[in-house]
């Protein structure tokens, strides 16, 4: 222990006396000495910074400076790990006469491939001496200790765990509307590679539209957060680029991210897809994207006409796109007859442009006199039976 000498003069039968004496404890408790040593979490991940500090008023040894601990003879303060150490290690007092002591270190991993390049993104070395220059070899999993020996005899330890972190992906809405902006978080304290710096890594962003997608670098918030942040936007009217993704009403939007440090029982070399999902919306209303029109009968020339029995008519109508991007749609034509009966049934596949207007027409062969009910229906295809405009129905008699 490193103590301040004075001078105490004791008057014993003649004989004056030279006494140490310090602002330490004169004899330190033992069984419950006054040094807890703290760090500012109990698991850390592979390349974090750990902070220690080691409350110790009895080494507040110069009341009107800064005092250090750890680098005292028989005193010294280590971190290790079960393969490197750090020893001996100095912190410093916080401010003058505070008894606390404080100091970082690095954790800098081990060699590991975290990009998929083939070269390693760590840079392991074990150094420093303290309180901010440290650096200290870790494995994925296992942990490091940090001890101090307080007093002759008197050793405080305390530890802390290491561990790969399954990484977490966020879209910021469950639901995009055409025009918005969409914004990814990923959370990965593993990929804080070099807590002094901004690191970035990659997203995968697809659409049901566009399977092959896009991939953006997604830009890590603070030096030392681990949590990453990137934006892109729609297009329906351009193929896929940069931080652009070419996605229609009603997609799926995907976004993916390659997780290279995992946590056991996963094997070092590992790697899991982590996955989340949102959806594409228009703001127009689904069964408001397409208008459709009146029913009018024509012969084959166009020519407006009365549908007659065992003659080629052809039911014609218009639609039209309601919006600024392109539409899939299905067209259907059906003809019941008084009973209910389905007696004609046909359809049409096809794509409107943006706010395109398009004529479509079916024929229909009356075989008997009867009361018609014509109806045309406009879905987004015969598997997704979605409306995109209320269907339409006209009654006809035929004599």
């Given at each position: 222990?490193v103590?301040?000498?004075i001078?105490?003069?004791?008057?014993?039968?003649?004989?004056?006396?030279?006494?140490?004496?310090?602002?330490?404890?004169?004899?330190?408790?033992?069984?419950?000495?006054?040094?807890?040593?703290?760090t500012?979490?109990?698991?850390?991940?592979?390349?974090?910074?750990?902070?220690?500090?080691?409350?110790?008023?009895?080494?507040?040894?110069?009341?009107?400076?800064?005092?250090?601990?750890?680098?005292?003879?028989?005193?010294?303060?280590?971190?290790?790990?079960?393969?490197?150490?750090?020893e001996?290690?100095?912190?410093t007092?916080?401010?003058?006469?505070?008894?606390?002591?404080?100091?970082?270190?690095?954790?800098?991993?081990?060699?590991?491939?975290?990009?998929?390049?083939?070269?390693?993104?760590?840079?392991?070395?074990?150094?420093?001496?303290?309180?901010?220059n440290?650096?200290l070899?870790?494995?994925?999993?296992?942990?490091?200790?940090?001890?101090?020996?307080?007093?002759?005899?008197?050793?405080?330890?305390?530890?802390?765990?290491?561990?790969?972190?399954?990484?977490?992906?966020?879209?910021?809405?469950?639901?995009f509307?055409?025009g918005?902006?969409?914004?990814?978080?990923?959370?990965?304290?593993?990929?804080?590679?070099?807590?002094?710096?901004?690191?970035?890594?990659?997203?995968e962003?697809?659409?049901?539209?566009?399977?092959?997608?896009?991939?953006?670098?997604?830009?890590?918030?603070?030096?030392?957060?681990g949590?990453?942040?990137?934006?892109?936007?729609?297009?329906?009217?351009?193929?896929?680029?940069?931080?652009r993704?070419f996605?229609?009403?009603?997609?799926?939007?995907?976004a993916?991210y390659e997780?290279?440090?995992?946590?056991?029982?996963?094997?070092?070399?590992?790697s899991?897809?982590?996955?989340?999902?949102?959806?594409?919306?228009?703001?127009?209303?689904?069964?408001?994207?397409?208008?459709?029109?009146?029913?009018?009968?024509?012969?084959?020339?166009?020519i407006?006409?009365?549908?007659?029995?065992?003659?080629?008519?052809?039911?014609?109508?218009?639609?039209?796109?309601?919006q600024?991007?392109?539409?899939?749609?299905?067209?259907?034509?059906?003809?019941?007859?008084e009973?209910?009966?389905?007696?004609?049934?046909?359809?049409?596949?096809?794509?409107?442009?943006?706010?395109?207007?398009?004529?479509?027409?079916?024929?229909?062969?009356?075989?008997?006199?009867?009361?018609?009910f014509i109806?045309?229906?406009?879905?987004?295809?015969?598997?997704?039976?979605?409306?995109?405009?209320?269907?339409?129905?006209?009654?006809?008699?035929?004599?």
């Amino acid at each position: 222990m490193v103590c301040s000498l004075i001078l105490v003069l004791v008057i014993s039968v003649g004989i004056i006396s030279i006494i140490p004496s310090s602002f330490a404890e004169d004899i330190p408790d033992y069984f419950n000495p006054s040094a807890p040593i703290s760090t500012d979490k109990d698991v850390y991940s592979w390349t974090d910074k750990v902070h220690i500090t080691v409350v110790a008023p009895s080494w507040n040894a110069n009341r009107n400076g800064i005092d250090s601990i750890g680098t005292q003879e028989r005193h010294f303060i280590r971190i290790y790990t079960g393969e490197h150490s750090l020893e001996p290690y100095k912190l410093t007092e916080t401010t003058p006469s505070s008894g606390v002591f404080t100091g970082e270190i690095t954790l800098t991993g081990f060699s590991h491939d975290v990009d998929g390049d083939g070269d390693p993104d760590t840079n392991p070395r074990t150094s420093g001496n303290g309180p901010t220059n440290g650096f200290l070899e870790v494995e994925r999993d296992g942990g490091l200790t940090i001890s101090f020996e307080f007093a002759d005899g008197v050793i405080l330890t305390t530890s802390a765990m290491i561990s790969w972190n399954v990484g977490k992906i966020i879209f910021d809405k469950p639901e995009f509307l055409v025009g918005e902006t969409a914004k990814i978080q990923v959370v990965d304290p593993d990929m804080n590679l070099n807590p002094e710096t901004i690191d970035r890594i990659e997203v995968e962003v697809s659409s049901d539209s566009d399977m092959a997608g896009i991939i953006v670098n997604a830009i890590e918030t603070d030096d030392d957060s681990g949590i990453f942040e990137t934006v892109f936007s729609f297009t329906q009217s351009s193929v896929s680029s940069g931080n652009r993704l070419f996605a229609v009403p009603d997609d799926s939007v995907y976004a993916k991210y390659e997780d290279k440090t995992i946590p056991s029982p996963y094997a070092i070399r590992d790697s899991l897809d982590i996955q989340i999902e949102s959806k594409l919306e228009s703001e127009v209303m689904s069964i408001q994207r397409i208008s459709i029109e009146d029913i009018l009968f024509t012969d084959g020339f166009g020519i407006p006409t009365k549908p007659m029995v065992n003659e080629t008519s052809q039911i014609v109508n218009r639609i039209s796109n309601n919006q600024n991007h392109d539409q899939s749609f299905v067209y259907l034509t059906q003809v019941k007859d008084e009973s209910g009966s389905v007696v004609s049934l046909s359809w049409i596949q096809g794509e409107l442009t943006s706010n395109q207007s398009l004529q479509l027409s079916q024929s229909w062969v009356p075989k008997v006199e009867n009361n018609y009910f014509i109806e045309t229906f406009v879905w987004k295809s015969l598997n997704d039976r979605v409306p995109l405009s209320p269907h339409s129905m006209l009654s006809y008699v035929i004599e």
